[in-house]
């Protein structure tokens, strides 16, 4: 039956989340069970596309991401793949009428990982940004608000901001790997060689910056998703604080994290502010 390969489908989404990254596992724990399972199948689909262009360097990553891409719309047009991933997004996908610009746009940015390594000028590192990481937010939104166009409308800017802060946050973080293993460098102007305070000064506040925006929309989501993305928000601006009261040659040399005991402080916190109704 169906039904039995999409519930195993739904399951694998759920693995891919819970095994590449225990922080977004643990905010999408936090969130509604009527949602909770469409958040991991959007979350197993762009892992994937990101696997390919990151980290599979002994294969062809062209003749992969090709694959890829052509499996997600077949999967697309045909309601079904026997790739599982994408079987449980082509379900979240139709369910909650996500624009189909939203998936060209990250399969296109993801591509761009193939061949494009320096983005040095604000356009190319804007336009990769909305790309890899607003889209993936406005994916979300469209669960979120469980597919209202009002609600969508008016929450979509933040719900862009939040995702730029997230991919931001993780550019920061993950500079040694990404310029030395990978020969990227996203941020525009800025010297990676030698990062200095000032670089990273400006990075920090356009985050903040960022964070803002992304904040004043958590305020007006539904309850459902409310306190999964508050708790992804609490994550992710305590590790920009960690970055930012990094020396700026330590953030080059080492990987900034949150320890797990840290992480579940956070929770803990952000339930309390929650069930208060102070978010």
């Known amino acids: 039956m169906k039904v039995t390969f999409d519930i195993v489908s739904y399951q694998c989404s759920k693995l891919v989340t819970e095994k590449y990254s225990t922080s977004f596992a643990l905010a999408t724990k936090m969130l509604d069970n009527s949602i909770r399972s469409d958040i991991y199948n959007i979350y197993g689909f762009v892992r994937f596309a990101d696997e390919i262009v990151d980290t599979f360097h002994d294969y062809d990553k062209d003749v992969l991401f090709n694959k890829f891409d052509t499996d997600l719309e077949e999967a697309l047009e045909s309601k079904i793949s026997l790739n599982p991933i994408l079987n449980s997004f082509q379900h979240t996908f139709h369910k909650y009428k996500i624009p189909k610009h939203l998936v060209d746009s990250f ?129 992710y601006y305590k590790l920009l604080q960690k970055l930012q009261n990094t020396p700026s040659l330590d953030i080059k040399n080492t990987r900034i994290r949150v320890p797990n005991y840290q992480k579940f402080g956070l929770l803990a916190r952000s339930y309390v502010k929650y069930k208060m109704n102070l978010v």
């Open 107 to 235: 399969m296109k940015s993801m591509r761009m990982d193939l061949t494009k390594s320096i983005y040095k000028t604000d356009q190319e590192y804007k336009e990769y940004i909305y790309g890899s990481a607003d889209v993936v937010g406005l994916m979300c939104l469209k669960v979120f608000v469980k597919g209202c166009p009002d609600s969508y409308d008016s929450l979509k800017e933040s719900a862009m901001a939040l995702g730029s802060a997230f991919q931001k946050v993780n550019f920061l973080r993950d500079v040694k790997a990404d310029f030395e293993e990978l020969n990227r460098s996203y941020f525009p102007n800025t010297n990676l060689i030698e990062l200095d305070e000032d670089s990273k000064k400006r990075i920090v506040d356009e985050i903040r910056a960022d964070f803002q925006l992304g904040y004043e929309g958590i305020l007006k989501l539904p309850m459902e998703a409310k306190f999964g993305v508050y708790t992804a928000y609490k994550y």
